[in-house]
């Protein structure tokens, strides 16, 4: 189950009950429906993006909400959900908290660490931070101008996703060719950050992806980060790192979480090696005291 060779997997027996997932889509595609369409459909009104003759490459084509879980919730304060969508999404981020927990001692276990090493690694003072990022993707007229959500790699940690059980669009980098991810019903894809990449020293590394809109159908996207808390200092992890690579410093750098947040925030779309270089630029500057975690 847990071959990691295309480093993106999509987990069908991971122990949620699927009337549960069914739920969880059909009351966001209600809540899309309801609060959302209309709403984008002014935005792109708007901004003409209907009629776009020439690339679009600072927007994509989605509609996205946040919902924050850990190390506080903020689902109760977020507006417009009604109160069986907001109970189920907090019981769909404790499911999914849980999972990410799980997975993360597989990880562990193949790479030869101890059982709860990636948990501390992420933990900093406050814990973990848990997120999801709720996305549809209207129908697009123009998806090859517009892309559904442009190519990156995620920031973080561990990256749960439920998403549409019909309508494709996800799309992987692999081997230089981009692969479709397709709709297995009632699957969760994992998918890895850069935090795993720079732990593990490179024995895995974060996957760049994309959504291609639809013209037709609109794909939901329900995407969870189990990420390191806002202080963790993040490294690779010593026994993951060989002798010969130290000498030759190409061994990935060591930084607090948040401080690459914020890298990241302003070079998203761009590729990650120059995020590691800079952060290897600035590593001497890091005082490490009582936070470390290991
Ligand atoms: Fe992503």
């Known amino acids: ?16 009950p699927t009337e549960f997932l069914d739920t969880v889509e059909r009351l966001t595609k209600e809540h899309y429906r309801q609060c959302l369409e209309q709403r984008f459909k002014e935005l792109v009104a708007s901004k003409g993006l209907e009629a776009v003759k020439t690339e679009v490459n600072d927007m ?38 849980k999972l990410a927990e799980q997975l993360l001692d597989l990880l562990c276990e ?20 848990f997120g999801t990022k709720v996305s549809n993707y209207p129908p697009c007229p123009n998806p090859e101008l517009i892309k559904g959500l442009r190519a990156h ?7 749960l996703l439920f998403q549409d059980d019909k309508v494709s669009g996800l799309q992987l980098l692999k081997d230089g060719q981009w692969i479709d991810v397709p709709p297995m ?5 994992i998918n890895l950050g850069d935090q795993l990449e720079v732990i593990t020293n490179g024995k895995y590394k974060s996957v760049e992806h ?40 190409q ?17 998203k779309f761009q590729p990650k090696e120059p995020r590691f270089e800079a952060m290897k630029a600035v590593e001497t500057n890091i005082s490490l005291g009582p936070i470390a975690t290991a």
């Open 153 to 159: 790699t995620d920031a973080g940690g561990l990256i």
């Open 1 to 16: 189950m847990m071959s990691l060779d295309s480093q993106i997997l999509q987990l069908v027996s991971h122990g949620i």
């Open 210 to 249: 994309r959504v291609i809109a639809q013209t037709d159908g609109t794909r939901m996207s329900i995407a969870s980060f189990y990420n390191p808390g806002s202080d963790a200092v993040i490294y690779p992890a010593p026994t993951l790192v060989e002798k010969e690579a130290e000498e030759k410093n």
């Open 60 to 97: 994509d084509w989605e509609s996205t909400f946040y919902l924050r879980h850990l190390p506080k919730s903020n689902i109760s304060e977020v507006p417009d959900l009604e109160d069986q969508y907001r109970n189920v999404m907090k019981e769909f981020a404790l499911k999914l908290e």
């Open 251 to 267: 061994v990935y750098p060591k930084f607090v979480f948040e401080d690459y947040m914020k890298l990241y925030a302003g070079l």
């Open 110 to 129: 193949n790479l030869g660490l101890e059982q709860g090493y990636l948990k501390k690694a992420f933990y900093g003072t406050n814990g973990p931070t």
């Open 185 to 189: 019903r009632h699957s969760i894809v």
